[in-house]
């Protein structure tokens, strides 16, 4: 069964840090990762994909993931964290099956203190 | 301005009454989806369309019906059949959900839908 997980409930950094964002999945075949964030009260926006090619992957807002296909993991990053960076982050993993579903993370609560 | 629109922001409804949630897009995407949002426990799939005047049920669907008569909107009802609606409703949308297709989803700004 595919799955994707996101083992960290909620993420606390100082302002300037690099921070990571920790996302891990399972899928039988090859795996389309997706990140989005939301900030309070908001709908979710597009940050990142990986489909194939390089193992990472910019996006918006200077974010970044890591592919790492031996550890079945796809954990966002920035080098130097935002206080606005603070909001729930979201890791899904594309059903590759004929109904294109998307199976999401629980998210993950990031928190930049200044 | 390009995107999804989604009204009401704020929906109170009585027990027993069934509401409807409008969900809007000006992209030109196929495929559109509902979700439905709770503390703690992620994003779950209410319905999905591909395709005009075509939907499929999601993981969550019981309770709820959709319909899709034009490519632009997707109405969401929530019926009095659902047990506990209070939540927060996101609306997506998503070019070509072909089978070779690895598009992402655009989302609404949700509406948060509260039983009295």
């Known amino acids: 069964a595919q799955s994707v997980a996101q083992p960290e409930d909620q993420v606390n950094v100082a302002e300037g840090n690099p921070l990571t964002v920790k996302c891990t999945y399972s899928?039988?075949?090859?795996?389309?990762l997706f990140w989005y964030v939301q900030y309070p009260n908001r709908g979710l926006q597009f940050l990142l994909k990986?489909?194939?090619?390089d193992n990472l992957v910019k996006g918006s807002y200077g974010f970044e993931a890591e592919f790492n296909k031996s550890q079945t993991s796809f954990h966002l990053k920035k080098p130097s964290a935002l206080v606005s960076d603070s909001a729930l982050y979201f890791c899904?993993?594309?059903?590759?099956?004929?109904?294109?579903?998307?199976?999401w993370g629980l998210g993950t609560s990031l928190a930049v203190n200044p | 301005d390009g995107g999804i629109t989604q009204s009401p922001k704020y929906l109170f409804r009585k027990e027993g009454q069934n509401v409807t949630l409008s969900c809007e897009q000006n992209?030109?995407?196929?495929?559109m989806y509902w979700y439905r949002q709770d503390p703690g426990q992620g994003l779950r799939l209410i319905y999905y369309?591909?395709?005009?005047?075509?939907?499929q049920k999601g993981d969550i669907a019981e309770g709820y019906s959709v319909s899709r008569e034009k490519k632009e909107s997707f109405p969401l009802t929530v019926t009095s059949a659902q047990k506990n609606p209070t939540a927060f409703y996101l609306c997506?949308?998503?070019?070509?959900?072909?089978?070779?297709?690895?598009?992402?989803?655009?989302f609404g700004p949700g509406t948060r839908l509260t039983v009295l």
């Open positions: 899904a993993l594309l059903n590759a099956g004929n109904n294109r579903k998307l199976i």
């Open positions: 369309s591909q395709i005009v005047n075509d939907f």
């Open positions: 899928v039988s075949g090859n795996p389309y």
């Open positions: 997506a949308s998503s070019r070509d959900p072909g089978t070779s297709s690895y598009n992402e989803q655009f």
């Open positions: 990986y489909i194939t090619g």
């Open positions: 992209l030109n995407h196929d495929a």
